[in-house]
């Protein structure tokens, strides 16, 4: 897409560094037209207008030469303050707010870029987000759920490419600004939308309205809503509202498109009755569905085999992800997959080449005879309870040591949810549990209540020295925690400690 097309759908006139200096100090700031949508606009002069950004940001620090930059004002910061930064790193151009036009001095800087002033920088790169989803010709592909977004994705976008070009959602970008930012993929490094039939695209939320924002600007041809769990309860009253905030995805689906809906949970099965213009395909493991694994062998930290059944007919799958949760994403992904006709034995593959992004459940094994799953980029009771799970029914092990720390967001219901998950988790033969900082102090009272070993540390420091020190051959220690609590201080300092043991391990 070039600047100039960027420019007409912003209703931007484009300013140079230079020409903005000069309406400031002349006092005609007023006269630039900046309103998105605007009828009245200039024309770039040059070849400017000819150019196409080489990518999009929000962000100087990661910014390239040739970026089109967002200069977006959020909560915590104001993107505005590093447009001078931005223009001096190369940026083609600036994407920033009437008021900071008016005001911005840029006569020390000798950029080759435009500044495009709008009303709403954020609102103005969703709008190009929009503009590229409504002309592209491709299908969309929005996942949601309280857990597995991720993987559900990476599982998705693996089996799709067996049949086509994938763009999907880098990391977890899956906001407002995130959602943007991963549609644009597509019109970045000299690529453009026509080049790719498929976006797998995350849709992820904490208040009722976002995933309907969301599906807004990238209305999706399959929805996909992996599960529903106590999750963002500080923002919602119970967890049948946090159902409805994640139904808005069903609501935002193409009329005559799919929702893809998990058959085994309570609250995401009803959502197969709330619309009559799309399709529905269920996926499961205990109630009948299109999708559904049979005959399951979990292979401890090794993986799970199963049979996938589907309209078209059944395939062996090996799994090289541990734990139940992660045959449902594996479920979700073929049933997306197999809607759009992908060959079984493709699906099979696809899902026997799947690797746990980092901090996602990655198995990691020391030269020392311990092992780590690192599972510690986010948690909520439901997903702390399933990976405890499959790490207490691996065999081959010692002991089993679990680094839980808090959960957050959970509201009012925060401390009973801890101790009740404390107690869940005493049942499951673990032999000890850490708990880390803040409420999972009631993590580790409910554990006490079983008769578990429990100790709680403050500071995720704190633990992952008790690990160092503790830490022996035939260990098997799961990190988990919400990304704020930074569990992951646990591996860091592991990975520290024997990394010239593990490096010797690796060279032998």
């Not at 994403?329 to 809607?339: Q, S, W």
């Not at 992908?342 to 699906?347: E, G, K």
Request: proline share 4%.
């Amino acid at each position: 897409m070039k600047l100039g097309e960027i420019r007409n759908i912003l209703g931007s006139a484009c300013v140079s560094p230079a020409s903005a200096t000069k309406t400031k100090r002349s006092g005609r700031a007023g006269e630039t037209p900046a309103l998105p949508g605007a009828e009245r606009a200039t024309r770039a002069t040059g070849d400017l207008s000819e150019r196409e950004p080489l990518g999009y940001s929000i962000d100087s620090r990661s910014m390239r030469a040739g970026d089109l930059f967002f200069a977006i004002k959020g909560e915590n910061y104001d993107g505005h303050k590093f447009v001078e930064q931005a223009l001096r790193r190369g940026a083609l151009g600036a994407v920033v707010t009437n008021e900071f036009l008016s005001e911005f001095d840029s006569s020390a800087i000798e950029a080759d870029a435009w500044l495009l002033p709008v009303a709403d920088t954020l609102a103005s790169l969703q709008a190009i987000a929009a503009a590229v989803r409504r002309s592209w010709p491709g299908r969309e592909i929005a996942i949601t759920g309280s857990a597995g977004k991720t993987s559900t994705k990476e599982l998705t976008a693996s089996a799709l490419a067996r049949i086509g070009r994938v763009n999907k959602t880098a990391g977890n970008l899956n906001n407002d600004y995130g959602l943007p930012l991963s549609i644009l993929k597509m019109e970045s490094d000299g690529a453009h939308a026509t080049d790719f039939d498929y976006a797998v695209l995350e849709m992820g939320m904490s208040q009722k309205g976002e995933i309907a924002r969301l599906a807004k600007i990238a209305p999706p041809d399959v929805g996909v809503v992996t599960n529903v769990a106590p999750v963002h309860l500080e923002f919602f009253d119970s967890v049948e509202a946090i159902a409805a905030a994640k139904a808005e995805l069903v609501a935002g689906i193409k009329s005559g498109g799919v929702a893809v809906l998990n058959a085994d949970d309570d609250l995401v099965a009803p959502m197969r009755n709330s619309r009559g213009d799309i399709r529905v395909r269920m996926f499961g493991i205990d109630r009948q569905a299109d999708v559904r694994a049979r005959r399951i062998e979990a292979e401890g930290l090794g993986g799970t085999r199963f049979a996938l059944q589907t309209p078209r007919g059944e395939v062996e799958v090996r799994l090289p992800l541990a734990g139940r949760h992660q045959v449902y994403n594996a479920l979700a992904a073929a049933a997306v997959a197999d809607l759009f006709e992908t060959p079984l034995d493709a699906i099979a593959a696809a899902l026997s080449e799947a690797s746990s992004p980092r901090m996602r459940g990655e198995v990691l094994r020391f030269a020392e005879g311990f092992t780590v799953v690192d599972d510690s980029y986010n948690s909520n009771p439901l997903a702390l309870i399933e990976m405890v799970g499959t790490v207490a029914a691996a065999e081959g092990f010692d002991r089993t040591i679990v680094v839980a720390g808090e959960m957050l967001e959970l509201g009012p219901t925060g401390a009973e949810l801890h101790r009740e998950t404390g107690r869940q988790i005493g049942g499951l033969g673990i032999d000890l549990l850490i708990g880390v900082r803040g409420l999972a102090r009631e993590l580790i009272a409910g554990a006490r209540e079983t008769g578990m070993a429990a100790l709680f540390c403050e500071t995720p420091q704190e633990a992952a020295e008790v690990i160092a020190r503790e830490a022996r051959a035939g260990d098997l220690i799961l990190v988990k925690g919400s990304r704020g609590v930074k569990t992951e201080a646990v591996v860091e300092r592991l990975k520290q400690k024997f990394e010239e043991a593990e490096t010797r391990s690796r060279r032998g």
